[in-house]
Each structure stands twice: as C-alpha cells, then as structure tokens.
C-alpha cells in the first residue's frame, strides 16, 4: 500500500520546487548527503574526475552504491519514501537513522555511532564542503529542519531529471561519466570529454585540476540556493570555445550567462513546457553541439550514429 506522502508525490510528473519553500530542508539535507559523501570518499578507491565521491539516484532516494570495507562492502542509502537513512552490509547486518527535523550535529554523531555499530572503522572530515561560513558538522546546531514533502519532491525531480540525463548520455560513444549526484556542489551531473587534455588552469587547487585534466561539455541539474533560488539545469564547456555565449540554442527561454560562461535553462520554464523532457533533451543536445563545433570536437567519432 502506498503511502499518503508518495501519493502526493507522484500526482504531478514535474512538481514546483520554490526554494524559499524549501530552504531549510536543501540545507540541512545537503549536509547530511555530505556526511556519507565522505565516508564514501574515505573508504572508495580513487576514480579519474573524482567519480569515487558521486551518489546515485535510487528507487527510493539516493545512493553510495557499494563502499569496499575489508573484505566486504556496505551500502549507505537515503529513503525518501519511508524517509529513513540505512547502513547496510553485505554480511545481512543493518542500521536505520530516521530522517525527521533534528540538528545536523544530532544527525552526526547517530551517524558515526551507527558506522561504529557496525564495525566499519572511518575517520571523515566535519567540515563541510563548498559552503559558505561553513560550521562542522559535530558543532553545527543551525540547521535542523527536514520537510518529507519537500525531500520527496526533490528526490522525484532528481529520478525524471536522471531517467532523462541517462537518454542524453547514451547519444555518445566516446568517454562520459556516469549520471551522478555531487554532494559538494549538491546537484546531478554528465560530463562528455573529447578526449583531449586541456590547457592547465593555473592557480587551481588539486580537486580542480584533476575535474577539469581534460576538454569536458557537462551538463547538470541544480535545485537553488539563497544567492540563486531559481532551481535551473545547465550546460558548459571547459575550457569554453570563442564566442560560444552567442551560438543559437534552444529552447527560446534558456540562455547564457557570460559571467558564470554557462548555459541556463530554469527549471520552471522546463516544467511549463508543452513537452518538458523534449524541452530539456533539446536543452543538452542544442547547447553540446554548439560548444562540441567551437571547439572542434571530433563528433564523428564521439557519438552514436543512430
């Protein structure tokens, strides 16, 4: 029997997702996708592009899919139907944290006591990442606010946006990413390469210089934040091509931002779209290709014939 909430949840294939509605749920939340983001980064061999970090989007919620642990692996998944996070191993033991409104230092230390329960020994980082004035994660009694509707909504864009993120990536033969969740960044992600090594970006830190070793088109989805509540997918290229922020795209309503040297297309305007998954395809499709001939990509030999 389903749940009143999932029922709620699925009546609109494409529901709002207005931040301000949100807001202390996305942050709370992205901090708690942080915590096992790193456990994940702790324990996981490393992957070209820092791939090892990324989760993925479930039936249910999100993902580390298989951590290796000794001789074993474990599994951390988040549960946006029944609104629980389990830790389980591959030798049948478990333990379950319930999602509801608590502090992030509360979720912490339930969370590395449940690791310990289950003899899985990681020491991760409480500082989160990419956030600004950020508060470690053991200390942080801010934010403490967990709205199910909301995480289930967000959750269920996430499933439509990677169902059709996963279309657009099968276009291409040559080397791609997976579809993955940054929890960093906290937004999904596909990143095609040309195959060539790009020029090195002076001044960049180590994360960066290995995310961006070589010619990448990426293109994401991105809920908000306080700075830019608007929830927008987007498309760059780096390094960007001359005069790639005047190249025709579509749809008409997304653009480019010469600032940011990035494509947008906002979400809202995606959803109102008389086909909304043909819109955003033609979102990806339209801003590669204008990116992949500027800067001479081999396209013959990088994508699907038919």
């Excluded at 529901?15 to 790193?38: D, S």
């Excluded at 961006?212 to 987007?234: D, K, L, M, N, Q």
Aim: net charge negative.
């Amino acid at each position: 029997m389903q749940s009143k909430t999932s029922v709620s949840m699925v009546k609109e294939k494409w529901p709002a997702l207005p931040f301000e509605a949100w807001k202390e749920t996305c942050e709370t939340l992205h901090l708690w996708t942080q915590m096992v983001g790193k456990v994940r980064l702790a324990l996981s061999p490393y992957c070209n592009h820092w791939w090892q970090v990324a989760l993925y989007v479930s039936a249910r919620g999100l993902t580390t899919s298989t951590i290796p642990y000794g001789h074993g692996c474990f599994e951390i998944s988040f549960d946006f139907i029944d609104h629980k996070l389990l830790i389980a191993t591959d030798d049948g033991r478990s333990r379950t944290l319930s999602l509801y409104s608590r502090s992030v230092a509360n979720f912490y230390h339930e969370f590395m006591a449940s690791l310990r329960a289950l003899n899985i020994q990681v020491t991760i980082d409480p500082r989160p990442c990419e956030i600004e004035h950020a508060i470690p994660f053991d200390q942080d009694l801010n934010h403490d606010t967990y709205d199910p509707l909301y995480a289930q909504r967000f959750w269920h864009i996430l499933q439509q946006v990677d169902r059709v993120m996963k279309e657009f990536r099968g276009r291409f033969i040559g080397k791609c990413s997976p579809v993955h969740f940054f929890w960093g960044s906290f937004d999904l992600a596909v990143t095609r390469f040309s195959g060539r090594r790009a020029p090195e970006r002076e001044g960049a830190d180590r994360i960066t210089r290995e995310a961006y070793s070589h010619e990448v088109i990426s293109c994401g989805f991105w809920p908000g934040s306080t700075a830019s509540p608007r929830a927008a997918f987007y498309v760059y290229a780096a390094p960007e091509p001359p005069n790639l922020g005047s190249a025709p795209i579509k749809p008409d309503k997304a653009f480019h931002n010469d600032d940011l040297a990035e494509f947008f297309y906002l979400y809202d305007d995606m959803r109102r779209a008389p086909d909304p998954e043909q819109a955003l395809l033609d979102f990806f499709q339209s801003t590669y290709e204008a990116a992949a001939n500027l800067a001479n990509w081999n396209r013959a030999a990088l994508e699907r014939s038919s």
